[in-house]
């Protein structure tokens, strides 16, 4: 499962990959660099998302939504949506950009701003991918 992707994530996910090993080396400040998961821990979290319980799915902390593309996978799969919540304007921008060239728009919604301002408007949850900054 989530072995065959879409080419267009595929390549989204590989220049997300290339981008987040140059930041890791090349000296780029903590918090513009996009700090993703592997893509082991991406396939592992959307085969947990795709066995989560009825709820809203959301990630809270996006970057430049590689762990989006993985958690997309498994709304296609339910016929669910993602809501992932990112506070930088920076790496939103990065995401929406991601999210249009890989063809996920339909099942991944971002929203921008501090999740903390939203969490009224969120239902009950069935999974969550907390990937937010925590030593900020």
Sequence with gaps: MFIDLDSNVLE?????ETRDERDRGDGTPHLERLRQITPDT?????????????????????SAGYSALWLAQACRLRGR????YEILP???RL??????RSGVSDVVHLVEGDFLKHTDEVGDVGF???DAEKDV
Aim: aromatic letters at 10%; proline letters at 2%.
């Design 12 to 16: 989204v996910m590989h220049e997300l």
């Design 81 to 84: 949506t993602l809501t992932t």
């Design 90 to 92: 920076e790496k939103a």
């Design 128 to 130: 969550c991918f907390l």
């Design 42 to 62: 991406g396939r592992f979290i959307a085969l947990w998302a795709a066995s989560a319980p009825a709820g809203e799915m959301i990630e809270i902390g996006t």
């Design 95 to 100: 995401a929406r950009e991601s999210f249009a």
